[in-house]
């Protein structure tokens, strides 16, 4: 996870109380993504972002807010967690290029548990 | 959107025998890619390989190679030579579309001794 780094790496918390995962990058790439990973579901895409203040809701938004004030930094914020949100959260970072690059590469994954 | 699918959510091998984990896909884009990543029990998503949907050769990285086959829209991954640190979680990816990468749910392999 060369270039990004996700805080806390694990987080313990009760239910209704809010939470805020933090992305990193030293890669200075435009998108920056965040991902929920459960079993029987794969990565499901939560927010996305495609620069400084814009982003987008992914296929499971409800709960979750982001916020994008500089390029390096993406926050994920659950603002009333809930034990359905007890899961691994994994950012991930990508450029669009002539070239191809157009890969994920993911942070280190943030659990999560809800109690 | 886009969906990706993965029919196998668990397979096992032989070490050193070879093993082929299936994906299919849906898109509507023109111009795509299609990955597969791996995951160890340590966590960390790890790219194997990556194929650019308009070249017709199959993408190949060392033991790792794909039959890609873009009217069935189909991805697959062959590993050969199998090796105990191929035991992970692997999954098929599609995009972008519309800025988004999509998932399949995943193959669990075990590589047996």
């Known amino acids: 996870d060369a270039g990004i780094t996700q805080s806390p790496r694990h987080k313990v918390t009760e239910t209704g109380t809010p939470v805020t995962l933090r992305c990193h990058q030293t890669?200075?790439?435009?998108?920056m993504y965040w991902y929920r990973q459960d079993p029987g579901h794969g990565l499901r895409l939560i927010h996305y972002?495609?620069?400084?203040?814009?982003?987008d809701k992914g296929e499971v938004s409800d709960g979750y807010s982001v916020s994008r004030s500089k390029t390096e930094d993406f926050l994920l914020t659950l603002e009333s967690a809930t034990s359905s949100q007890t899961s691994v959260y994994f950012c991930?970072?990508?450029?669009?290029?002539?070239?191809?690059?157009?890969?994920?590469?993911f942070g280190a994954g943030s659990r999560l548990t809800v109690l | 959107a886009q969906t990706v699918t993965q029919s196998q959510p668990e397979m096992s091998v032989q070490e050193a025998e070879t093993v082929t984990l299936s994906c299919t896909y849906d898109?509507?884009?023109?111009?795509?890619?299609l990955f597969w990543y791996k995951q160890p029990p340590s966590r960390q998503m790890i790219l194997v390989i990556r194929?650019?949907?308009?070249?017709?050769q199959n993408a190949t990285e060392n033991r790792f190679s794909v039959n890609f086959q873009k009217a069935a829209k189909s991805f697959s991954l062959k590993i050969s030579d199998s090796q105990l640190g191929d035991t992970a979680m692997y999954f098929c990816?599609?995009?972008?579309?519309?800025?988004?990468?999509?998932f399949g749910t995943g193959t669990s392999l075990t590589v047996i001794p």
């Open positions: 991930a970072i990508s450029e669009r290029s002539l070239s191809g690059a157009n890969v994920l590469t």
């Open positions: 898109t509507s884009e023109n111009n795509y890619y």
């Open positions: 890669e200075n790439h435009r998108y």
């Open positions: 990816a599609s995009g972008p579309s519309r800025d988004q990468f999509y």
């Open positions: 194929q650019e949907a308009y070249k017709q």
């Open positions: 972002s495609y620069g400084v203040k814009d982003t």
